[in-house]
Each structure stands twice: as structure tokens, then as C-alpha cells.
């Protein structure tokens, strides 16, 4: 089964608020999950309510939010005709879980000993040409 999620947007200069001299750290960060999203095969749709107020009408649940609580009804996402969240931008998570799709974490392996996974054992390098050679600053590790 297909998901169909539709997000409304208060009014914006632009269809994802990532634009001009100062963008919203979060917008930047919703409009890149909305993009994961469509790569996982969900349907997103996105409307702005400063360019597109039609379709804020057509949706009766985001027309009676808007009657009832104004524009701090804003963003509302809309998972398939129904009302999911109200009033803030979620997570990549949430949106996942709204949309049904299994997000996977990637098992990560400790290092078993030593700051680069291995042993602790240095190993010796192959002899370098004999130039002058700078010192590099030491990080610490390997």
C-alpha cells in the first residue's frame, strides 16, 4: 500500500522556506528528510500557504485547523487525508514511522583494542626516501 504524505506549510518566501540570506537550520534539515522520504518511495507533497492557499481549502481537515487554531496550526502533515502532526516540523524518525518505512541503523563493530580498531601494534613503515621531511603535528592515534 502505497503512502500518500502531504505537508502545509505556513506562509513562506519560497516552497520550502530554504532560500534568502538567513535559512531556518530546521527547514533545511525537513526539506532533506522529505527527500529521503521520496527516495524510499513515499509520495510527498508540499504546499506553502503563501503560493498556494487554494489547496489549504480543499483539505478539510487543514481548512478546519486553520479556522479553529489559525496559522499555529502550521506545518500540518497529513499522512493519507489524516491529520498526523500539528504545529512543529518532525523528525526523520517520525516521519518514517508515519509513512511505514523501516529505518535501519547501521551495526557499527567496537574496535577490538588500539584508537583504529586493530591490535594496539604499530607496524613499520617502509623506509622513506632520505629528504628532509617536516614534522606533521601528532594526533594521537596511529
Same mark, same amino acid.
Do not use: D, H
Given at each position: 500500500m502505497s503512502v500518500t504524505? @502531504?505537508?502545509f506549510d505556513p506562509p513562506m518566501c519560497c516552497? /520550502?522556506?530554504v532560500c534568502g540570506p538567513s535559512v531556518d537550520p530546521d527547514l533545511? @534539515?525537513?526539506a532533506a528528510d522529505l527527500d529521503w522520504l521520496r527516495k524510499q518511495g513515499? /509520495?510527498?507533497e508540499r504546499y506553502n500557504l503563501a503560493q498556494q492557499p487554494g489547496d489549504f481549502v480543499l483539505h478539510a481537515a487543514v481548512a478546519d485547523a486553520l479556522t479553529t487554531r489559525g496559522n499555529a496550526?502550521?506545518?500540518?502533515?497529513?499522512v493519507d487525508e489524516r491529520p498526523a502532526v500539528e504545529g512543529a516540523y518532525p523528525s526523520r524518525e517520525t516521519l518514517a514511522a508515519l509513512a511505514g518505512v523501516v529505518v535501519r541503523k547501521l551495526d557499527m563493530a567496537p574496535a577490538t583494542s588500539g584508537c583504529c580498531g586493530g591490535s594496539g601494534e604499530? /607496524?613499520?613503515a617502509p623506509a622513506a626516501p632520505a629528504a628532509p621531511a617536516k614534522?606533521?603535528?601528532k594526533t594521537g592515534c596511529c
Open positions: 504524505l @502531504r505537508v516552497g /520550502t522556506g533545511a @534539515r525537513f513515499v /509520495t510527498v496550526a502550521l506545518p500540518m502533515i497529513l604499530k /607496524t613499520a614534522s606533521a603535528p
